[in-house]
């Protein structure tokens, strides 16, 4: 595994996390494959898996339910286990409910990382990031973080919490390139901030164009096109990527991402693609 540094923290964590949207439901709950999906996190965790992205939206609560009855035959203190507060759960009384409600599916003391997983215009940004901090008080949240917040957003962000930003959560891979033209990445990596890219297979929807290029690079590596999308996201500073994959092959492969090595001239091709989108 490749690790790096969760903000500021000196907290190294695993550049590669398993992300979790779809295991166990999407928007309502899903039982039909519990079993399968305890294994299949458990495999994921034994393979190098330990920093696992969750949330309380997710299969309504119910991806957090297997996510705790996977890390149960693990030490929790070898996990970083991330859950998100929905945006109608960011006044305070609510978010402590949440945030009591995941420590309960979850079957666990406390979460490593805990994010606002949207903003809400309606709810004071203080208001929430008071009541992150009492959890961190609480001994229930190590670290708080944000997700899907601007460049501007997470600014305000980091000048109203009493408690460290870690983080930001968002959408970036090879094709959705927001952050960078946002200077969100920047200001990410000028602060001490990590980005974390959340859909960074693109969901596997790619463009022909991104396709073609990546196709090429990956064939000189014998490489799949999966992995040197995730080596690209990697080799960028305070870049880490959550991909979720449902099964063994694809988490292997996945992880296997960590060991390619990307040329300069590889790497500047593959930045070109974003001039495409
Ligand atoms: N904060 C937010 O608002 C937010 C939003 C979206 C996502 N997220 C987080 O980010 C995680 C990842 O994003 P995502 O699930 O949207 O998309 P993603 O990771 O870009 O793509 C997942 C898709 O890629 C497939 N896949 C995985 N590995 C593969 C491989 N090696 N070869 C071919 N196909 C492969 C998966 O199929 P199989 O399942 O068949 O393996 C799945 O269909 C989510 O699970 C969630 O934890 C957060």
């Known amino acids: 595994m490749v690790y790096k540094e969760l903000g500021k923290t000196g907290k190294m964590i695993p550049a590669i996390g398993l992300g979790t949207w779809g295991i166990g439901g999407f928007e309502t709950p899903d039982y039909s494959r519990d079993d399968e999906y305890v294994e299949l996190l458990k495999k994921a965790i034994e393979m190098g898996y330990t920093h696992i992205d969750t949330a309380e939206y997710y299969g309504a609560g119910h991806t957090e339910e297997l996510v705790g009855r996977a890390i149960k035959f693990f030490r929790r203190e ?4 991330v859950s998100k507060v929905w ?11 949440s945030l009591e409600a995941t420590l309960r599916r979850l079957d666990t003391d406390y979460v490593d990382l805990y994010l606002i997983h949207w903003p ?11 009541a992150m901090a009492e959890g961190v008080r609480m001994g229930l949240i190590k670290h708080v973080g944000v997700s899907n917040f601007d460049r501007d957003l997470l600014e ?9 930003i870690v983080c930001d959560q968002v959408l970036y891979n090879i094709e959705d390139r927001g952050p960078e033209r946002t200077g969100l990445l920047q200001y990410c990596q000028e ?5 974390v890219a959340y859909s960074p297979l693109k969901r596997t929807k790619l463009s022909e164009e991104a396709r073609k290029v990546l196709e090429r690079v990956a064939s000189k590596h014998g490489a799949t096109i999966y992995q040197v999308m995730l080596a690209w996201l990697i080799s960028k500073p305070a870049v880490v990527a959550i991909p979720k994959a449902g099964s063994l092959e694809h988490l292997r492969e ?3 991402a960590l060991n390619l090595k990307l040329t300069e001239e590889e790497l500047a091709e593959l930045d070109e693609l974003g001039k495409l989108s």
């Open 78 to 81: 070898d996990l970083f286990i």
């Open 87 to 97: 945006p109608n759960h960011l006044r305070r009384d609510d978010l402590l409910r």
């Open 120 to 130: 809400n215009p309606e709810v004071p940004l203080e208001e929430t990031l008071d």
């Open 156 to 164: 305000e962000a980091v000048h109203k919490s009493r408690e460290p």
């Open 191 to 195: 602060n001490g901030i990590t980005l």
């Open 254 to 256: 996945n992880l296997e």
